[in-house]
């Protein structure tokens, strides 16, 4: 089944059977990344523009990779520097951007929305690094792809998603990548980091770490995300971890084969104890890292093939 979308903006309007091609062809990536040896340039002679409007060490670095391991011309646009700062609007970037055609705009954004607008305005096949608090595509298809290779499976599974729910755009789109691959998925975390309306999202919702983890194959902690916060979540970090810090104790809830995800950055001794997310038995934090690489080439690939399968002009 092919994967039939001009942009990667966000999981919700992805079909299961989709989101499976982009895992399969991934899953190839994460073997040859592993062989090491030479790769087929499949993005030779396209042009790739990383955007990010705010920070990001892992999801910019992996990206960057997978473009350059494709064959593909990659230019970050230092976004601290660019006109943005000088009062041009989101818009006039893009269209200045689309100028000069690229192939493939990969966008991080602080505002909910901006991604999917930007993919409006520009010819070019766009891929949303992540966007306020809305989605994140490629960290639930890594983190899919994770699951996938640990468990043998990606449905019929029970995944908890703790902590900071209410201002996580990894959350939102694993809640909807795991819905749509028929798994159970549990949300824990103070009523305060919950969203109102969640218990719509056909998820169940715990305040209690040790009832919520019960029985889980996996643990997936979040952030605090104190940069979105405009006030007053927690009482304390310190009290936060000694309720929502995930630490061996409160795992032993879970399964005994549970395994423990986390998207980083990590704050150690807030959400979760350091030696617990160190542990290679339990922990595929590092496997996450790698995984992101395989899902990153396999999307762009994708992407790629469909420009080429359709007229520059139908895009536009
Ligand atoms: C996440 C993000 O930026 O949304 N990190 C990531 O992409 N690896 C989560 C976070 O910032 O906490």
Redesign the pocket.
Known sequence: MAFRHQHLLGISTLHPEEIRAILDLADSYADQNRAGGPREKVLAGLTQVNMFF?N?T??QASFELAGKRLGANVMNMAMQASSIKKGETLIDTALTLNAMHPDLLVV?HPHSGAVNLLAEKVNCAVLN??DGRHE?PT?ALLDALTIRREKGRLHRLSVAICGDIAH???ARSNIFLLGKMENRVRLIGPPTLIPAGAADWGVEVFDDMAEGLRDVDVVMM??L?KERMDGAFIPSTREYYHRFGLDAEKLAHARPDAIVMH???MNRGVEIDGTLADDINRSVIQEQVEMGVAVRMAAMELLARNRADCPREVWA
């Open positions: 705010e990001s892992r999801t991080r690094a992540g994140h960290q996580s755009r990894v979040l952030r995300q998207p980083g950055p």
